[in-house]
Protein backbone atom coordinates (compact mmCIF):
# COMPACT_ATOMS: atom_id res chain seq x y z
CA UNK A 1 0.00 0.00 0.00
CA UNK A 2 1.14 3.38 -0.84
CA UNK A 3 2.56 5.01 2.35
CA UNK A 4 2.39 2.05 4.40
CA UNK A 5 2.88 -1.86 5.32
CA UNK A 6 0.34 -4.29 4.14
CA UNK A 7 -1.51 -3.98 7.80
CA UNK A 8 -2.84 -0.97 7.84
CA UNK A 9 -4.27 2.03 5.68
CA UNK A 10 -3.12 5.61 6.33
CA UNK A 11 -5.90 7.91 6.92
CA UNK A 12 -5.92 12.48 7.12
CA UNK A 13 -9.30 13.65 9.10
CA UNK A 14 -10.61 16.58 7.77
CA UNK A 15 -12.58 18.22 10.51
CA UNK A 16 -11.19 18.62 14.55
CA UNK A 17 -14.81 19.19 15.66
CA UNK A 18 -16.64 17.61 18.25
CA UNK A 19 -17.24 14.75 16.37
CA UNK A 20 -13.74 13.84 15.74
CA UNK A 21 -12.94 12.95 19.62
CA UNK A 22 -14.55 9.94 19.30
CA UNK A 23 -12.69 8.79 16.44
CA UNK A 24 -9.56 10.07 16.95
CA UNK A 25 -10.01 8.01 20.68
CA UNK A 26 -11.41 4.75 18.77
CA UNK A 27 -9.27 4.38 15.52
CA UNK A 28 -5.97 5.43 18.03
CA UNK A 29 -7.11 2.32 20.40
CA UNK A 30 -9.25 0.27 18.66
CA UNK A 31 -8.77 0.14 15.41
CA UNK A 32 -5.72 0.33 14.44
CA UNK A 33 -5.56 -0.95 10.70
CA UNK A 34 -6.36 2.82 10.21
CA UNK A 35 -3.70 4.67 11.14
CA UNK A 36 -3.70 8.48 11.64
CA UNK A 37 -1.03 10.40 10.09
CA UNK A 38 -2.07 13.88 9.52
CA UNK A 39 -5.50 16.48 10.26
CA UNK A 40 -6.95 19.40 9.33
CA UNK A 41 -8.91 22.02 10.21
CA UNK A 42 -10.16 25.53 9.24
CA UNK A 43 -9.40 26.60 12.59
CA UNK A 44 -5.56 25.16 13.26
CA UNK A 45 -5.74 25.64 17.17
CA UNK A 46 -8.46 22.62 16.98
CA UNK A 47 -6.02 20.43 14.75
CA UNK A 48 -3.27 21.56 16.63
CA UNK A 49 -5.21 20.58 20.21
CA UNK A 50 -6.39 16.92 18.45
CA UNK A 51 -2.93 16.24 17.12
CA UNK A 52 -1.42 16.79 20.62
CA UNK A 53 -4.32 14.80 22.37
CA UNK A 54 -4.08 11.73 20.01
CA UNK A 55 -0.33 11.67 18.93
CA UNK A 56 -1.18 12.45 15.29
CA UNK A 57 2.28 13.21 13.69
CA UNK A 58 1.41 16.34 11.21
CA UNK A 59 -0.73 19.32 11.03
CA UNK A 60 -1.34 20.29 8.02
CA UNK A 61 -4.08 22.56 6.28
CA UNK A 62 -6.43 20.23 3.58
CA UNK A 63 -4.35 21.62 0.74
CA UNK A 64 -1.53 20.03 2.25
CA UNK A 65 -3.46 16.52 3.25
CA UNK A 66 -4.94 16.51 0.10
CA UNK A 67 -0.90 16.90 -1.97
CA UNK A 68 0.75 14.34 0.58
CA UNK A 69 1.10 10.40 -0.90
CA UNK A 70 1.46 8.87 2.24
CA UNK A 71 -2.64 9.44 2.81
CA UNK A 72 -4.28 6.98 1.67
CA UNK A 73 -8.08 7.46 3.46
CA UNK A 74 -9.51 10.68 4.08
CA UNK A 75 -12.07 10.72 6.87
CA UNK A 76 -14.39 13.71 6.33
CA UNK A 77 -15.85 14.90 9.38
CA UNK A 78 -16.54 18.53 8.25
CA UNK A 79 -20.21 20.28 8.78
CA UNK A 80 -22.54 18.74 6.60
CA UNK A 81 -22.67 22.05 4.40
CA UNK A 82 -18.82 21.13 3.33
CA UNK A 83 -19.40 17.42 2.84
CA UNK A 84 -19.35 17.32 -0.54
CA UNK A 85 -16.90 19.92 -1.50
CA UNK A 86 -14.21 17.80 1.04
CA UNK A 87 -15.33 14.80 -0.49
CA UNK A 88 -15.10 15.75 -4.31
CA UNK A 89 -11.69 17.12 -3.67
CA UNK A 90 -10.23 13.98 -1.88
CA UNK A 91 -11.15 12.14 -4.52
CA UNK A 92 -9.89 14.33 -6.92
CA UNK A 93 -6.79 13.44 -5.22
CA UNK A 94 -7.24 10.00 -5.77
CA UNK A 95 -7.95 9.27 -2.13
CA UNK A 96 -10.41 7.07 -0.67
CA UNK A 97 -13.10 9.16 1.34
CA UNK A 98 -14.91 8.08 4.63
CA UNK A 99 -17.96 10.97 5.33
CA UNK A 100 -19.50 11.77 8.45
CA UNK A 101 -23.49 11.40 6.95
CA UNK A 102 -24.76 13.19 5.49
CA UNK A 103 -23.41 12.18 2.08
CA UNK A 104 -23.93 15.41 0.59
CA UNK A 105 -26.61 18.20 1.05
CA UNK A 106 -27.98 18.05 -2.25
CA UNK A 107 -28.77 15.09 -4.49
CA UNK A 108 -26.62 16.54 -7.25
CA UNK A 109 -23.67 16.82 -5.03
CA UNK A 110 -24.45 12.74 -3.58
CA UNK A 111 -24.35 11.55 -7.15
CA UNK A 112 -21.73 13.70 -8.27
CA UNK A 113 -19.13 12.33 -5.12
CA UNK A 114 -20.32 8.68 -6.44
CA UNK A 115 -19.56 9.69 -9.93
CA UNK A 116 -16.13 10.94 -9.49
CA UNK A 117 -15.51 7.88 -7.33
CA UNK A 118 -16.03 5.39 -10.02
CA UNK A 119 -14.58 7.38 -12.30
CA UNK A 120 -11.29 7.82 -10.19
CA UNK A 121 -11.33 3.93 -9.24
CA UNK A 122 -11.44 4.98 -5.26
CA UNK A 123 -14.00 3.88 -2.55
CA UNK A 124 -16.46 6.18 -0.89
CA UNK A 125 -18.30 5.39 2.70
CA UNK A 126 -20.47 7.17 4.83
CA UNK A 127 -21.56 7.36 8.34
CA UNK A 128 -23.21 6.19 10.63
CA UNK A 129 -21.40 3.27 11.26
CA UNK A 130 -23.90 2.43 14.37
CA UNK A 131 -25.48 0.30 11.94
CA UNK A 132 -22.27 -2.05 12.33
CA UNK A 133 -22.61 -2.27 15.90
CA UNK A 134 -23.68 -5.38 18.05
CA UNK A 135 -27.55 -3.94 18.07
CA UNK A 136 -28.24 -3.42 14.84
CA UNK A 137 -26.31 -6.49 13.63
CA UNK A 138 -27.68 -8.85 15.88
CA UNK A 139 -31.11 -7.65 14.61
CA UNK A 140 -30.01 -8.01 10.92
CA UNK A 141 -29.32 -11.28 12.03
CA UNK A 142 -32.64 -12.59 13.70
CA UNK A 143 -34.60 -10.95 10.83
CA UNK A 144 -32.37 -13.31 8.24
CA UNK A 145 -32.59 -16.49 10.22
CA UNK A 146 -36.50 -15.87 9.73
CA UNK A 147 -37.16 -15.15 13.68
CA UNK A 148 -39.91 -13.05 12.89
CA UNK A 149 -40.75 -14.71 9.68
CA UNK A 150 -41.12 -12.15 6.28
CA UNK A 151 -40.99 -8.97 7.23
CA UNK A 152 -43.92 -6.75 6.00
CA UNK A 153 -43.73 -3.70 8.69
CA UNK A 154 -41.53 -1.21 10.13
CA UNK A 155 -41.68 1.66 12.51
CA UNK A 156 -39.03 4.18 13.40
CA UNK A 157 -39.44 7.22 15.85
CA UNK A 158 -36.56 9.69 16.25
CA UNK A 159 -38.66 12.85 18.29
CA UNK A 160 -37.13 15.32 20.76
CA UNK A 161 -37.18 19.32 21.15
CA UNK A 162 -33.54 19.77 19.13
CA UNK A 163 -30.12 20.85 20.33
CA UNK A 164 -30.29 24.48 21.14
CA UNK A 165 -30.52 23.19 25.26
CA UNK A 166 -27.49 20.77 25.32
CA UNK A 167 -25.29 21.29 22.46
CA UNK A 168 -22.12 24.04 22.82
CA UNK A 169 -22.63 25.80 19.11
CA UNK A 170 -26.21 24.08 17.65
CA UNK A 171 -27.18 26.89 15.15
CA UNK A 172 -25.96 24.83 12.33
CA UNK A 173 -28.96 21.79 13.37
CA UNK A 174 -31.42 24.64 12.30
CA UNK A 175 -29.35 25.82 9.06
CA UNK A 176 -29.80 23.96 5.20
CA UNK A 177 -28.68 20.36 5.88
CA UNK A 178 -29.95 20.32 9.34
CA UNK A 179 -32.67 19.80 10.84
CA UNK A 180 -34.47 16.24 12.36
CA UNK A 181 -34.27 14.32 9.16
CA UNK A 182 -30.69 15.47 7.80
CA UNK A 183 -29.32 15.36 11.08
CA UNK A 184 -30.81 12.12 12.60
CA UNK A 185 -32.96 10.34 9.71
CA UNK A 186 -29.78 8.91 8.20
CA UNK A 187 -29.50 6.51 11.39
CA UNK A 188 -32.80 5.41 11.37
CA UNK A 189 -33.18 5.42 7.38
CA UNK A 190 -29.68 3.41 6.95
CA UNK A 191 -30.96 0.42 9.89
CA UNK A 192 -34.32 0.22 7.87
CA UNK A 193 -32.44 -0.59 4.97
CA UNK A 194 -29.97 -2.70 6.33
CA UNK A 195 -32.58 -4.84 7.56
CA UNK A 196 -34.99 -4.64 4.47
CA UNK A 197 -33.36 -3.49 1.74
CA UNK A 198 -34.18 -0.24 -0.67
CA UNK A 199 -36.06 2.26 -1.04
CA UNK A 200 -38.76 2.37 -4.14
CA UNK A 201 -40.84 5.16 -3.44
CA UNK A 202 -41.81 7.40 -0.65
CA UNK A 203 -44.73 9.88 0.77
CA UNK A 204 -44.40 12.45 3.32
CA UNK A 205 -45.45 16.15 5.36
CA UNK A 206 -43.21 17.92 6.66
CA UNK A 207 -43.49 21.77 8.87
CA UNK A 208 -41.50 24.28 10.58
CA UNK A 209 -43.39 24.87 13.79
CA UNK A 210 -40.88 27.41 15.19
CA UNK A 211 -39.49 29.94 13.19
CA UNK A 212 -36.87 31.17 15.73
CA UNK A 213 -34.99 29.45 18.74
CA UNK A 214 -33.47 30.42 21.96
CA UNK A 215 -30.07 28.62 23.13
CA UNK A 216 -30.00 27.90 26.59
CA UNK A 217 -27.10 26.13 26.61
CA UNK A 218 -23.05 27.71 26.98
CA UNK A 219 -21.67 29.42 25.75
CA UNK A 220 -24.25 30.89 23.26
CA UNK A 221 -26.83 31.04 25.85
CA UNK A 222 -29.47 33.60 24.74
CA UNK A 223 -29.00 33.63 21.27
CA UNK A 224 -31.79 33.27 19.22
CA UNK A 225 -31.00 31.73 15.73
CA UNK A 226 -33.27 31.89 12.98
CA UNK A 227 -34.71 28.10 11.74
CA UNK A 228 -34.59 27.41 8.08
CA UNK A 229 -35.47 23.95 8.06
CA UNK A 230 -38.64 21.76 8.46
CA UNK A 231 -38.07 20.54 11.88
CA UNK A 232 -41.28 17.74 11.92
CA UNK A 233 -41.34 15.21 9.33
CA UNK A 234 -43.37 11.95 8.77
CA UNK A 235 -42.88 9.61 5.75
CA UNK A 236 -44.00 6.48 4.50
CA UNK A 237 -41.62 4.22 2.65
CA UNK A 238 -42.59 1.47 0.65
CA UNK A 239 -39.41 -1.20 0.51
CA UNK A 240 -38.95 -2.58 -2.80
CA UNK A 241 -38.90 -6.27 -0.71
CA UNK A 242 -42.55 -5.19 -0.06
CA UNK A 243 -42.47 -3.77 3.61
CA UNK A 244 -43.90 -0.46 4.40
CA UNK A 245 -42.05 1.59 7.14
CA UNK A 246 -43.54 4.78 8.98
CA UNK A 247 -40.81 7.17 10.25
CA UNK A 248 -41.35 10.21 12.04
CA UNK A 249 -38.21 12.97 12.53
CA UNK A 250 -38.94 15.74 15.17
CA UNK A 251 -37.37 18.96 16.99
CA UNK A 252 -40.89 19.26 18.38
CA UNK A 253 -41.83 16.79 20.79
CA UNK A 254 -40.91 17.65 24.35
CA UNK A 255 -41.97 14.21 25.65
CA UNK A 256 -42.60 10.59 24.14
CA UNK A 257 -42.85 6.81 24.91
CA UNK A 258 -42.66 5.67 21.36
CA UNK A 259 -39.85 3.04 20.55
CA UNK A 260 -37.24 4.00 18.16
CA UNK A 261 -37.58 0.91 15.73
CA UNK A 262 -39.49 -2.31 15.24
CA UNK A 263 -40.19 -4.30 12.59
CA UNK A 264 -43.37 -6.79 11.91
CA UNK A 265 -43.28 -9.76 10.18
CA UNK A 266 -45.68 -12.59 9.67
CA UNK A 267 -44.35 -15.13 12.58
CA UNK A 268 -43.56 -12.09 14.94
CA UNK A 269 -41.90 -8.96 16.20
CA UNK A 270 -38.77 -7.34 16.58
CA UNK A 271 -37.97 -4.14 18.95
CA UNK A 272 -34.74 -3.02 17.83
CA UNK A 273 -31.98 -0.40 20.31
CA UNK A 274 -31.84 3.09 19.31
CA UNK A 275 -29.90 3.36 15.90
CA UNK A 276 -27.87 6.31 16.86
CA UNK A 277 -25.70 3.03 19.43
CA UNK A 278 -23.65 0.71 18.97
CA UNK A 279 -25.40 -2.35 21.15
CA UNK A 280 -28.78 -2.22 23.33
CA UNK A 281 -31.21 -4.84 23.79
CA UNK A 282 -32.82 -6.71 20.70
CA UNK A 283 -36.30 -8.60 21.48
CA UNK A 284 -38.58 -10.49 19.99
CA UNK A 285 -42.19 -11.53 20.45
CA UNK A 286 -42.67 -14.42 18.37
CA UNK A 287 -46.27 -15.95 17.40
CA UNK A 288 -48.49 -16.63 19.75
CA UNK A 289 -46.36 -15.74 23.00
CA UNK A 290 -47.82 -13.94 25.58
CA UNK A 291 -44.00 -11.67 26.57
CA UNK A 292 -41.10 -10.81 24.88
CA UNK A 293 -37.77 -12.19 24.42
CA UNK A 294 -34.38 -10.78 24.76
CA UNK A 295 -32.22 -11.75 21.56
CA UNK A 296 -28.11 -12.32 23.33
CA UNK A 297 -26.13 -9.95 21.33
CA UNK A 298 -24.15 -11.62 18.49
CA UNK A 299 -20.79 -9.54 18.38
CA UNK A 300 -19.01 -7.23 20.13
CA UNK A 301 -20.03 -3.72 20.83
CA UNK A 302 -18.55 -1.53 18.71
CA UNK A 303 -18.18 1.87 18.59
CA UNK A 304 -17.50 5.30 16.32
CA UNK A 305 -15.02 4.16 13.71
CA UNK A 306 -15.80 0.86 13.17
CA UNK A 307 -17.04 2.46 9.54
CA UNK A 308 -13.81 3.40 8.80
CA UNK A 309 -11.86 0.32 9.97
CA UNK A 310 -14.39 -1.86 8.09
CA UNK A 311 -13.80 0.27 5.10
CA UNK A 312 -9.65 0.10 5.25
CA UNK A 313 -10.68 -3.95 5.71
CA UNK A 314 -12.60 -3.60 2.62
CA UNK A 315 -9.50 -2.17 0.96
CA UNK A 316 -7.79 -4.66 1.55
CA UNK A 317 -10.13 -7.13 0.30
CA UNK A 318 -11.29 -5.45 -2.89
CA UNK A 319 -14.79 -4.91 -2.46
CA UNK A 320 -16.99 -2.21 -1.21
CA UNK A 321 -17.80 -1.35 2.91
CA UNK A 322 -20.66 -1.89 4.29
CA UNK A 323 -21.24 1.53 5.54
CA UNK A 324 -21.00 2.09 1.85
CA UNK A 325 -21.25 5.42 0.00
CA UNK A 326 -23.97 3.98 -2.61
CA UNK A 327 -26.36 3.08 0.44
CA UNK A 328 -25.52 6.74 1.73
CA UNK A 329 -26.44 8.29 -1.26
CA UNK A 330 -29.91 6.28 -1.57
CA UNK A 331 -30.71 7.53 1.95
CA UNK A 332 -29.78 11.28 0.82
CA UNK A 333 -31.99 10.47 -2.11
CA UNK A 334 -35.17 9.14 0.60
CA UNK A 335 -35.01 12.30 2.45
CA UNK A 336 -35.27 14.35 -0.30
CA UNK A 337 -37.86 12.52 -1.55
CA UNK A 338 -40.00 12.76 1.91
CA UNK A 339 -39.67 16.65 1.49
CA UNK A 340 -40.64 16.72 -2.16
CA UNK A 341 -43.70 13.94 -1.86
CA UNK A 342 -45.42 16.53 0.32
CA UNK A 343 -44.57 19.60 -1.35
CA UNK A 344 -45.81 17.76 -4.22
CA UNK A 345 -48.81 15.59 -2.74
CA UNK A 346 -47.90 12.52 -4.24
CA UNK A 347 -45.45 9.43 -3.95
CA UNK A 348 -42.13 10.03 -5.14
CA UNK A 349 -39.65 7.23 -6.55
CA UNK A 350 -35.95 6.73 -5.97
CA UNK A 351 -33.45 7.51 -8.90
CA UNK A 352 -30.70 6.03 -6.99
CA UNK A 353 -29.62 2.13 -7.20
CA UNK A 354 -28.88 0.45 -4.03
CA UNK A 355 -28.19 -3.40 -2.61
CA UNK A 356 -29.01 -4.74 1.11
CA UNK A 357 -25.31 -4.66 2.63
CA UNK A 358 -23.68 -8.16 3.94
CA UNK A 359 -23.94 -8.71 7.17
CA UNK A 360 -21.29 -8.48 9.65
CA UNK A 361 -19.37 -12.51 9.91
CA UNK A 362 -20.53 -13.72 13.35
CA UNK A 363 -17.37 -14.56 15.29
CA UNK A 364 -14.84 -12.10 14.29
CA UNK A 365 -11.93 -12.16 16.46
CA UNK A 366 -10.36 -9.93 18.34
CA UNK A 367 -8.10 -8.06 16.37
CA UNK A 368 -9.61 -8.75 12.95
CA UNK A 369 -9.25 -4.99 12.02
CA UNK A 370 -5.83 -4.72 13.17
CA UNK A 371 -5.21 -7.83 9.94
Same mark, same amino acid.
Given at each position: ?152 ? &? #? ?8 ? =??? +??? $?? !???? @? ?66 ? &? #? ?8 ? =??? +??? $?? !???? @? ?103
Amino acid at each position: MPGGSDATIRAGVVGCGNISTVYFENLRTRYPVVQVVACADLVPERSRTAAERFGVPRVVTLEELLADPEVELVVNLTNPSAHAEVSLAAIEAGKHVCSEKPLAIERADGQAIMDAATAKGVMVGCAPDTVLGAGIQTCRKAIDEGRIGEPIA &A #TAFMVNHGHE =SWH +PSP $EF !YYQQ @GGGPMFDMGPYYLSTLIHLLGPVSRVTGSHRRTFDRRTITSRPMYGTNIEVEVSTHVAGVLDFESGAI &A #TIITSFDVWG =SKL +PRV $EV !YGTE @GTLSAPDPNLFEGPVRVMEAGADAWTDVPLAYREGGRGIGVAEMAWAIHQGRQPRANGQLANHVLDVMHAILEASDAGRHVSTTTPCERPAMMPVGLPEGVFDR
